[in-house]
């Protein structure tokens, strides 16, 4: 248990269908990511949140989007997902900038296994 | 950019014997961390152990070590006495002081434990 949540573990989807993922994290900390999973490929940031400002976007489809309401919460909209959206999406949080490796540390939610059909 | 390079996508280690997990990166700076991630089949990514570049001293955590070697640019994990549990995808990841949200991962190695 690294201390971030994220609900649901698993989810199946249409490509017209609207889903929301949601990550909580009890840590205080003042960042979170969303990243994508897929197999064989290197996780891919999608996502980043400082003191809930969106300070990344890598380059991420708009059927993606998301909202971070606090420090403490963050979701991912989807909507007219594509099946090559089909992968793990993992949240995860740090403290926020410091210059300490301690606090630059990312801790992981156990993800959200989506499939788009 | 910088890269991390994973190069053995799968491993196998008896119990309780020593395995080392290889990881190289390509970067320009000098001042960066870097990071052995854990994901075991529950899919919950665990940090295992972290390194400042800026640190000479190997880090060790219990049976977890480190061979960082900053001019090869490689950052290798050994894993001593292992054990089932230890059976999981690692992942190394490197994270820039400069732009410190940006933690880029390599490709993954696959640890089998066999009993």
């Known amino acids: 248990e690294t201390g971030v949540t994220q609900t649901p573990r698993h989810l199946v989807m249409g490509m017209t269908n609207k889903k929301s993922l949601k990550c909580e994290q009890h840590?205080?900390?003042?960042?979170m990511y969303w990243y994508k999973q897929s197999a064989k490929k290197p996780l891919e940031l999608m996502f980043v949140y400082n003191f809930k400002e969106q300070t990344e976007n890598n380059s991420v489809p708009s059927r993606f989007s998301p909202e971070c309401p606090n420090s403490s919460h963050l979701f991912l909209h989807l909507h007219t997902l594509q099946p090559e959206d089909s992968a793990l999406y993992l949240c995860?949080?740090?403290?926020?900038?410091?210059?300490?490796?301690?606090?630059?540390?990312?801790?992981f939610g156990p993800g959200t296994r989506l499939l788009v059909l | 950019a910088q890269t991390v390079t994973q190069s053995q996508p799968e491993m196998s280690v008896q119990e309780a014997e020593t395995v080392t997990l290889s990881c190289t990166y390509d970067?320009?700076?000098?001042?960066?961390?870097l990071f052995w991630y854990k994901q075991p089949p529950s899919r919950q990514m665990i940090l295992v152990i972290r390194?400042?570049?800026?640190?000479?001293q190997n880090a060790t955590e219990n049976r977890f070590s480190v061979n960082f070697q900053k001019a090869a640019k490689s950052f290798s994990l050994k894993i001593s006495d292992s054990q089932l549990g230890d059976a999981a995808m690692y992942f190394c990841a490197y994270l820039s002081r400069r732009a410190t949200n940006k933690l880029i991962f390599g490709t993954g190695t696959l640890l089998a434990v066999q009993p």
């Open positions: 390194q400042e570049a800026y640190k000479q």
């Open positions: 840590l205080g900390h003042n960042a």
């Open positions: 995860a949080s740090s403290q926020g900038r410091s210059g300490l490796a301690a606090q630059e540390t990312q801790y």
């Open positions: 970067t320009s700076e000098s001042d960066y961390y």
